[in-house]
């Protein structure tokens, strides 16, 4: 059984990560700006009010806890400014500030910054409308963030190129930089199976101080 610290938990990715970890066994601390908005109801589950913009708030959270996981959004591309990267920083703070007693930090990241089987990066193409481009850069922002940090132990998990609620397959691959691609050349991923390879993940360390993204 893992101690986790889930931020995000009402949010699309967050309550398939939530329902992952509780039916795996695991002890989740669901961390919220609006407990009344967390319809999930589990033995696991505890509830807790925190904003993750706040280190002090990330450091109650954090304490006692083996992993903590962070799958925030922002909403528009202004938000995802606003929050995405200044969440990694607070993320960071209020887990580092524990010091030994630290636990890990697995936070959802974005599929911008993946190579295309054409060599170029995802956020490269044509087209790409401006909102878009302002979330793809702020989660490139952040994984730049979190690779100058070599005293947390962080894990950044990138979705496919199209992440939604769908099937629990439990099957899935993985790959450090490049998109991950079906034989169609589609890169996708249902918010299950993401919530499977996230908990997968959390109980056996693969990716400690990288980044990874899983699809089909
Ligand atoms: N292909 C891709 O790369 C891809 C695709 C989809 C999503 N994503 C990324 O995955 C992440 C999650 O996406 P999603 O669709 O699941 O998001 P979502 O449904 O909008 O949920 C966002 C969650 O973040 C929480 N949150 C926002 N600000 C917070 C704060 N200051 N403190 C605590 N909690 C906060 C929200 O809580 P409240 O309930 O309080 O608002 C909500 O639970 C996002 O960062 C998104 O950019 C990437």
Do not use: C
Request: proline share 5%.
């Amino acid at each position: 059984m893992v101690r986790i610290a889930l931020f995000g938990a009402t949010g699309t990715i967050g309550s398939r990560v939530l329902r992952e970890a509780l039916e795996r066994g695991h002890q989740v601390t669901a961390v919220v700006r609006d407990p009344a908005k967390l319809t999930e109801r589990h033995p696991g589950l505890k509830v807790t009010t925190g904003d993750v913009l706040d280190p002090a708030s990330v450091a109650a959270a954090a304490e006692g806890q083996d992993v903590v996981v962070s799958a925030v959004g922002g909403g528009d591309g202004p938000g995802h400014v606003a929050t995405i990267e200044p969440a990694a920083k607070s993320l960071v703070a209020g887990v580092r500030s524990l010091g030994a007693m630290a636990p890990r930090l697995i936070a959802v990241g974005g599929a911008g910054s993946l190579r295309t089987p054409a060599g170029t990066k995802v956020w490269d193409a044509e087209g790409i409308p401006e909102f878009l481009l302002q979330i793809m850069h702020a989660h490139g922002d952040a994984l730049d963030y979190y690779r100058t940090v070599s005293d947390v132990r962080w894990t950044n998990l990138s979705p496919a190129g199209t992440i939604e609620p769908g099937e629990r397959t439990g099957a899935y691959r993985t790959a450090l930089e490049d998109l991950v691609v079906d034989e169609q050349g589609v890169s996708r991923i249902s918010a299950e199976d993401y919530a499977v390879a996230l908990v997968d993940e959390i109980e056996t360390p693969k990716h400690v101080g990288e980044r990874f993204t899983v699809g089909y």
